[in-house]
């Protein structure tokens, strides 16, 4: 707890010093607080080059951070998530402590610079390089150090958009992966620590001004969750837009990659000065779209500016997230079809607004498929309760469709890319690679479904394995029962108890003979029992056992 809180308050710190960093760069390359909300303005520092000063800020900004980011921590390039994210699925959860400093001064430079990609993969990258320095420091054991990265993480972005249940969100969804009471406490404590700290310097005030939300028709939900599926394919395709932008700039690039951000910058620059809301962040162009300033059409060239100007930005070497630019690539969605169905069903759509809202959270559950963090970061900017039924709908469906069109997510995606999968062995380790069918014991002998609880008892207590699989009349497979089950059930009421296993049997989750052993590990950490039945891909039928013990015993043999 003491750990969380420390945790949360360098995140609290890191984030005024990173948000001051980039709104000093911003006005010293371009002028303005936030040059985004004066597109195509000149620069009052260097007034003869008029709005054409776009073309050299990003130049600039890419001789600074290009040597630094090359020099002290190449983990720094990019929106950062996906490289916290293998941090705590296969490095127990270090990180380099140079990371926090260069990604802040490389990321503010980029975005003050014009680099069109947002500040939260930053800050998370920064708040959990403090967690896992602290880890060290205390010599903490490899579970606390996961969780202090996930405290850095949660606490970095609460202070950033004033959001402390969606810090808390996010890194039990994205980072850990998983959700416990010690990691809820742990990630509160740092969440609410670093949101303090945030809002005693930004003051109490969301990071966005959104207009009010109605739902005036019950007609709206059929459009909301229309809304949800276009977004999944919306946040999908900027995923794979990403990385299909930066495949050229890979295969294009033969100098040293220190000057790459630089001399890429001078496309980023053209880009700019045809759309200049594209410079930075974007805030000021998102809450414009929200209250209905923009044309359709206008509304779907700044969809697809955003998709080309971050996917240039970071293809080019840039630091920066890509969570701003999904909820701004949503905003312009939502508010082109909600103007759209207004023109069609003038007397039952609704205000624009509304869609782009629901848009922005959808949208981003497509592309990062984390429906909770999704629904409470809108929930927590816009304080609109009614918010809550429709969000959740098009959420929903966004996060389903996006599971029907591919495995992977926008943070995922990078990491399978360079041939790394999250739920496989890391590189070398001597445990996972191998398939199930290989290391599997023999199958124990199934229960018959009319087993007595008290027979099941004692032939539980002789097996060894804590579970035995059972078999109903014809000798099908039916699912497990567990010691436990049994003992609870026979300590109930003789009137309430079950009285045979086939009542108490449960299907775990399936495990087959070609599945990679790392894969089937997760199975078995969350199964109630001591082991698994393993089943035959064609048949469905179970062919073996797996346990922890028949796992390790893959070690010995590879040994």
Request: overall charge neutral; some cysteine; hydrophobic content about 50%.
């Amino acid at each position: 707890m003491a750990l969380a809180v420390v945790v949360g308050g360098g995140a609290g710190a890191g984030s005024v010093v990173f948000r001051w960093c980039i709104q000093t760069f911003t006005r010293l390359l371009s002028g303005r607080t936030d040059y985004s909300a004066f597109p195509g303005a000149g620069n009052p520092h260097v007034p003869w080059l008029g709005p054409y000063f776009v073309l050299l800020a990003p130049v600039v900004g890419g001789l600074l951070y290009g040597p630094l980011v090359n020099r002290f921590a190449k983990e720094a390039r990019g929106h950062g998530v996906p490289e916290v994210m293998l941090a705590v699925a296969q490095r127990g959860g270090r990180i380099s402590p140079k990371v926090a400093v260069v990604k802040t001064l490389a990321s503010a430079l980029t975005i003050g610079s014009g680099g069109s990609v947002g500040r939260e993969g930053p800050i998370v990258q920064i708040g959990s390089a403090l967690g896992s320095t602290l880890g060290r420091l205390t010599r903490a054991t490899e579970g606390r150090m996961k969780l202090l990265v996930a405290c850095g993480a949660a606490g970095g972005i609460a202070a950033t958009f004033n959001a402390p249940l969606a810090g808390v969100f996010f890194a039990m969804e994205l980072i850990l992966g998983t959700f416990s009471a010690e990691a809820f406490g742990a990630t509160v404590l740092a969440s609410v620590t670093a949101s303090i700290i945030g809002r005693a310097t930004f003051g109490d005030t969301a990071f966005l001004n959104l207009p009010d939300f109605h739902v005036e028709h019950l007609t709206q939900y059929g459009l909301f969750a229309l809304l949800g599926v276009l977004a999944a394919v919306v946040g999908m395709g900027f995923a794979r837009f990403l990385y299909l932008v930066e495949d050229p700039c890979d295969w294009l690039w033969r100098g040293p990659e220190w000057l790459r951000p630089a001399v890429g910058g001078l496309v980023l620059g053209l880009v700019l000065l045809a759309l200049p809301q594209m410079y930075g962040v974007g805030y000021p162009v998102l809450e414009k779209a929200t209250e209905g300033g923009y044309a359709v059409g206008f509304l779907l060239l700044l969809l697809v500016g955003k998709m080309l100007a971050t996917s240039l930005t970071i293809g080019i070497g840039g630091s920066g997230g890509v969570f701003a630019p999904s909820l701004f690539i949503g905003a312009m969605l939502g508010s082109a079809y909600g103007a759209g169905v207004s023109h069609l069903l003038p007397g039952t759509a609704g205000a624009v607004g509304a869609y782009a809202l629901i848009g922005m959270g959808a949208v981003f559950a497509g592309a990062a498929r984390a429906p909770i963090t999704a629904v409470v970061i809108l929930f927590e900017l816009t304080g609109e309760y009614s918010i809550i039924l429709p969000l959740m709908l098009a959420i929903v469906l966004a996060t389903a469709t996006s599971h029907l069109l591919s495995r992977d997510t926008v943070y995922t995606l990078k990491l399978r890319r360079r041939g790394i999968d999250l739920e496989g062995p890391a590189p070398g380790a001597p445990i996972g690679a191998q398939h199930v069918g290989a290391v599997m014991e023999p199958l124990p002998s199934a229960l018959p479904a009319t087993t007595a609880l008290a027979d099941a008892a004692d032939l539980l207590s002789l097996s060894g394995h804590g579970a035995l699989p059972v078999a109903d009349a014809t000798g099908e497979y039916v699912g497990v029962v567990t010691a436990q089950a049994v003992a609870e059930a026979l300590a109930e009421q003789p009137d309430a108890a079950p009285t045979t296993v086939g009542r108490l049997a449960e299907p775990p989750v399936p495990v087959t003979t070609d599945q990679p052993l790392a894969q089937a590990l997760h199975a078995l950490l969350s199964a109630p029992g001591t082991g698994l039945p393993v089943l035959d891909t064609l048949q469905g039928q179970p062919v073996g056992w797996l346990s922890h013990q028949s796992a390790l015993r893959a070690v010995h043999k590879a040994a």
